[in-house]
């Protein structure tokens, strides 16, 4: 029988330098220097493998002793216990990277790109509201085209634009695994695509008013309520809900409002500044707002904050109206289209769109605004009943 638990605690702690048995494969190292280390010596398959264990300084005898009985163990049953700790390892490396936790960790690399860090959530809901609750608990080097169609088949048809938001998250994720040394599918959201198939769905555009009836709908938010106004000021200025609501007298310069650029849609770091020629309508709608300012903000909430993104949707809603308050961006467009000459620059520029290609765009250096301030005077006399006649534009 192999003699086992040789050693005593004093004799490990006053170990000469130089390798001391503990029975049944157990040895302490001494070094030199004055370090010492415990490995198990056994023999797999014919061939003798040596199995550290710790240093000394971490690794207690006890400890040592249970470490070598369950690693002798293993070797019983025929398996190299060096090559058993690495695949343990390995599992649990993976069972520390589901898919959920690599999501995050994606999220959190990618949130210096996104506006606002990412804080509203839009970045991320589609795999927390549609894949993580069922296959965020995988690990994510398992991860397949099988689990990923699962996971978007309920929406792939009925929810096309969110299903392909997913669809594109997953893709970041699995690209972002790979770079942290997973050995994950990088082309499974490809091969689940073709899986899903073609989606059926066809995109819907947000309902909008004719442009020629606009000035009644304008005509009709006459109340002086702050949702009211900040629809007029909505529609006068072709800008999106966001810099409406949380707009600041502060911002406003004679007849020109500067939105800042946090309150622009773009991607982080690429949106800027944006001004805004305010006709004699907008400014005199500003004026009748401003005893309604608090904190600042020209457009408060009841309670605390400004009015919210759907405060002006509901209003229209409760009229029985399709058109939402994003639509009036569309009546503007169309309206610059068929009753002006305004060029295609100076309206995309009323729209606060990005045309032309990075070098085009570098070259030119101006935003159109004397243009911009003819233009949006137009829009306001048509907005407030003016005649609606084609109108030739200054170049």
């Known amino acids: 029988m192999v003699a086992l638990n040789k050693l005593s605690i004093a004799e ?5 330098v130089g ?16 370090g010492a280390q415990w490995f198990l010596r056994v023999t797999v398959h014919g061939r003798r493998r040596e199995m550290g264990l710790g240093p000394l300084s971490e690794v207690g005898l006890k400890e040592a002793r249970d470490a070598a009985q369950k690693w002798r163990a293993v070797v019983r049953e025929g398996k190299d216990p060096i090559k058993e700790r690495e695949r343990l390892k390995r599992e649990a490396f993976r069972e520390d990277h ?4 690599v999501a995050e960790e994606a999220f959190e690399a990618r949130k210096a790109e996104l506006k606002g860090d990412g804080k509203a959530g839009r970045w991320f809901s589609p795999l927390e509201n549609h894949v993580l609750p069922k296959i965020g608990k995988v690990p994510v080097e398992d991860i397949d085209q099988r689990d ?6 309920p929406i792939w048809h009925e929810k096309a634009d969110t299903a392909r938001k997913a669809m594109n998250r997953l893709s970041i994720v699995m690209r972002h695994a790979a770079a942290m040394g997973l050995d994950v ?12 198939g073609k989606t059926r769905h066809k995109a819907s555009h947000i309902p909008s008013l004719p442009w020629q009836e606009v000035p ?4 009709s938010l006459s109340d002086g309520t702050p949702t009211h106004l900040a629809l007029r000021l909505l529609i006068l200025t072709n800008l999106r809900s966001k810099p409406v609501r949380f707009c600041r007298l502060d911002q406003i310069e004679g007849d020109v409002w500067t939105v800042p650029a946090e309150n622009m849609k773009a991607r982080k770091g690429q949106a800027t500044d944006y001004r805004v020629p305010l006709s004699k309508e907008a400014l005199a709608v500003i004026e009748e707002a401003k005893p309604f300012e608090r904190d600042g903000f020209l457009f408060p909430s009841q309670r605390k904050g400004v009015i919210s993104d759907a405060t002006m949707s509901r209003m229209m809603e409760r009229r029985g109206m399709e058109a939402r308050p994003h639509g009036f961006r569309s009546s503007f467009r169309t309206w610059a289209a068929e009753a002006t000459d305004a060029s295609e620059q100076v309206a995309e520029a009323a729209m606060a769109h990005v ?10 250096r101006t935003d159109y605004l004397e243009q911009r301030r003819a233009l949006m005077e137009r829009w306001a006399d048509h907005v407030t009943g003016g005649s609606g006649e084609v109108v030739r534009m200054v170049k």
């Open 185 to 196: 599918d990088v082309q499974a959201t490809e091969k689940a695509k073709a899986l899903l």
């Open 216 to 219: 009644a709908f304008y005509e």
């Open 148 to 153: 990923i169609k699962s996971a978007l088949a």
């Open 355 to 364: 045309t032309g290609s990075r070098v085009e765009r570098t070259y030119r």
């Open 12 to 16: 490990v702690k006053n170990a000469r």
């Open 98 to 101: 589901t898919l959920a936790t």
């Open 19 to 34: 390798k001391i048995s503990d029975g049944g494969g157990l040895w302490l190292h001494k070094r030199a220097d004055g």
